[in-house]
């Protein structure tokens, strides 16, 4: 097991880097260096950490700090966690001072969503880079504990399996250790997902487009929440790097439905980010009495409009069946519906558990650890159980051969070896609409 006692987060004002610092200073219960360009920011931070965690007693172990502690920060620490914008030159730029002034045998890791560990790891010497890791954390950490580790080739094989303990025993978390590949597991199988059903509103924007999209892969469909509700969650601008990344980094089957359709686009250019800015694909206002009144951007007049509450037969008759816990029936329900909805959130579920084998099978050790990244990174259906769910395997490939969309992946899928699913999937079923 690791001896971890101080450790620095980088960017420790930073949304995510509050959050991961909240979580060495609770569960690990070390020192932190909350280090950010300026005290206040650093002071932010703390605040930002001991929110995250809701526990004030943790701030005895938060200590605001700047770029001009960095130094001796780093020396003094037993892991260096960097937490800075996704950005190559940006990285390096940190990564050099790390390298200068860290001691021997001290634990470097980057908060990465999907950057190469490989090309950052270049300013390191060959004792640190066996020390460098992409430790991702999902947001918020407190309640999604997934934590994909990322080694990269010069890693040390001891220092993977200490860590990973560490990680699992002290820090509580869901641990996969995955191959180096653009956006690792997680968010390559959830930004799949959530790209395609941006790409479903805009095709069927004559319908509603984003609310009538989110309406049909709402919580009864096995996710926290719709869909396109996250991508305003995580943010347009952040959404767009990591969906940019994955079009122009991979090349197969999938790669057309990383393609960020054109609105996006232009409401990153206005500004409408998604919730940290007040509006993106949703709006939240209120009236002069404080009533609050959701908005969705209508991407055929590129105007918001009030929320429409749709209402689909098949929907109805699913919620009904899980508010029963008749699981099974609800997916017979969802097959035996002709609608046009329905075909679209059974095209959706299905490609969701394809997909999730084939970039599995990729880039994972286990078939297994694409339920874990989606379970406890997404809080979304682990999508083996969602296969059981179907009928399995060979149910499976039936329905997919009722839908042209679908034909392409058959082959590769068909040939996957597929294991029962080790997670119960019926809690990610919500009786909601």
Partial sequence: ?????????????????????????????????????????????????????????????????TYEDLA??????????????????????????????????TIVSTGTSGL????????FDEEAKSLYFVTHFFNPPYSLPLCELIPNESADADTIES?????????????????????????????????????????????GGIDYIDAILGPFTGRGMAPLVTV????????????????YSISDLYSNSFILPRFVDS?????????????????????????KHLFVYDIKSQTYRSKIKYSFYFVEKMVAAIK??????????????????AKICTYFLIKYVVYSVFVTKEIADSIHDADTVMSYGFNWVPPLGLLQLFGGKEAIIESMKTDN???????????????????NYRRYLRAKF
């Fill in 72 to 105: 001796a920060c780093i020396h003094e620490s037993d892991w260096v966690f960097e937490s800075v914008a996704e950005d190559y030159e940006i990285k390096d730029e940190i990564n050099t001072v790390i390298a200068r002034y860290r001691k021997p045998g």
């Fill in 405 to 423: 969309r679908l034909l392409p992946f058959i082959s590769a899928f068909s040939e996957t070896e597929i294991y029962p699913s080790k997670l």
């Fill in 232 to 247: 305003d969650f995580i943010g347009l601008d952040v959404y767009k790097a990591i969906t940019d990344n994955l079009y």
């Fill in 324 to 341: 029963e816990s008749k699981y099974e029936e609800a997916i017979r329900i969802l097959l035996n519906n002709d609608s046009e909805e």
């Fill in 1 to 65: 097991m690791l001896n971890i006692n101080i450790v620095t987060v980088i960017g420790a004002n930073g949304a995510m880097g509050a959050a991961v610092a909240g979580i060495f200073a609770s569960f690990g219960n070390v020192k932190v260096n909350m280090v950010s360009r300026t005290l206040n920011k650093s002071l932010e931070g703390i605040e930002k950490a001991v929110k995250s965690v809701r526990a004030d007693s943790i701030r005895s172990n938060l200590f605001a700090r």
């Fill in 267 to 291: 409401l990153i250019n206005e500004g409408k980010l998604g919730r940290k800015c007040g509006q993106g694909l949703y709006k939240l206002d209120r009236d002069s009495t404080g009533k």
């Fill in 163 to 207: 860590l990973k303990l560490y990680l699992e025993q002290v820090l509580i978390r869901k641990v996969v250790v995955l191959k180096d590949a653009p956006a690792f597991l997680a968010n390559r199988i959830g930004f799949q997902f959530m790209n395609e059903a941006l790409q479903f509103a805009e095709l069927y924007e004559d319908r």
């Fill in 116 to 123: 190469s560990i490989e090309k950052l790891k270049n300013v």
